[in-house]
């Protein structure tokens, strides 16, 4: 493999990354990225590894001995300090982040995002070793265009709805809209980082996602997730689209997101890695704000690319509207919209996304199709106990 030069034109060393949650979504991908294109080492901790499986046997693959897997749930294991000692990075990814579990896990939800990633802040300053961590687009909460009247002009001023890191509010709802329980334990790690940074001079780095979709995103339940689960609205809407259900839009499917592909993402994650000078100290909003649409717009989308893959014809009904309360429960909340300001990660990084949602949303919804539906078709056939 040719040496990596940085954007500073050095080269990269090799080095050894800890990375945490390695076994879910992000994780996976980076992880798939840094053994191909990298001949950096990566201690891959988890409780689950099935979608890194593919990585880690048989031996023969290029990479073997540059990965390695420890099953660890950092909430209880003293294997952790060492693991990061071992490391020149430390990713952390660990934590409960799909929004059905907020308001109905509300301890869970804190203890996974907050509490169970103090040790890993505190081993990371202790020993001087650098730290990734991922928090969340939903720091900002609420836009503050969403509080002005409806009919204000104002709300179409970028000034009150575009996410910047180091001027934009966190906005959140009361106390009993439990939603809110993943942002405010995510804004509290970010403030505890940023201290460790300027008290005691953590390296640190502070990813902020807006909303990174694409294959091995969540479970389908009933298939490889459990049936009553209810994953992130890529994985809902595929699990409706496979089972030829009519997509649910909770309270009319009015919010409004920024999608942004996978691969897209984890070029952004590989900069800051291979770029400490550049990315200590910041906070990076990552996201496309080139692919807005409502959550009603992304089923329609989805419908359409998923009746181009599969061949299947669309519904008559492809969706219908269901109440937050329904579908999520009591102290559901929601974001109205989430545009990324990118002026820090370009200056920065020079990273920009490149894939439109259309195209993004096909390769997804392919791999879904091929991953999902004859298992499916299986399990709608198999009779159910009366
Ligand atoms: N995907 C997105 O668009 C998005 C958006 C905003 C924030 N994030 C943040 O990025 C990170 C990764 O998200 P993801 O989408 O890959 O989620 P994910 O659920 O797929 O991955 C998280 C992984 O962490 C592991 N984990 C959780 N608790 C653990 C523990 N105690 N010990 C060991 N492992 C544990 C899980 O098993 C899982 O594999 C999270 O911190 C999340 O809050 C993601
Ligand atoms: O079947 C469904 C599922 C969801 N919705 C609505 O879609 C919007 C987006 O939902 P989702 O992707 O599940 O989650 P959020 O974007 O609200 O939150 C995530 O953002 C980043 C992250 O931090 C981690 O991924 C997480 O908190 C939303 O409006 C749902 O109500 C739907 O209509 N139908």
Known sequence: MAARMDLDGRPIKPMTICMIGAGGFIGSHLCE??????PHKVLALDVY??????????????????????????????????????ADLTINLAAICTPADYNTRPLDTIYSNFIDALP????????????????????????????????SPLRKDPAYYVLKEDTSPCIFGSIEKQRWSYACAKQLIE???????????????????????GPRMDFIPGIDGPSEGVPRVLA????????????????????????????????????????????????FNVGNPNNEVTVRQLAEMMTQVYTKVSGEPMLQSPSIDVSSKEFYGEGYDDSDKR???????????????????????????????RTYAEAIKKSMAKPTAS
């Open 191 to 213: 403030r505890l980082i940023y201290a460790e940074g300027a008290e005691s001079g953590l390296d640190f780095t502070i990813v902020r996602p807006f909303n990174w979709i």
């Open 120 to 151: 890993v802040v505190k081993y990371c300053s202790e020993n001087s070793k650098r730290l990734i961590h991922f928090s969340t687009c939903e720091v900002y909460g609420k836009t503050i265009g969403s509080f002005l009247p409806k009919d």
């Open 49 to 86: 590894n099935d979608k890194i499986k593919r990585l880690l046997e048989p031996d023969s693959l290029p990479w073997a001995g540059r990965i390695e897997f420890h099953r660890i749930n950092i909430k209880h294991d003293s294997r952790l300090e060492g693991l990061v000692k071992m």
């Open 33 to 38: 990225k840094l053994m191909a294109e990298t």
């Open 236 to 283: 809902c809407f595929s699990n409706n689209l496979l089972r030829r259900e009519p997509l649910k839009l909770v309270d009319g499917g009015q919010s409004q997101r920024t999608f942004v592909y996978i691969k897209d993402a984890i070029e952004a994650v590989l900069l800051m890695i291979e770029n400490p000078d550049r990315a200590n100290g910041h906070i």
């Open 339 to 369: 545009i990324p300001d990118m002026t820090i990660i370009n200056k920065q990084l020079g990273w920009n996304p490149k894939t439109s949602l259309w195209d993004l949303l096909e390769s997804t919804l392919t791999y879904q199709y």
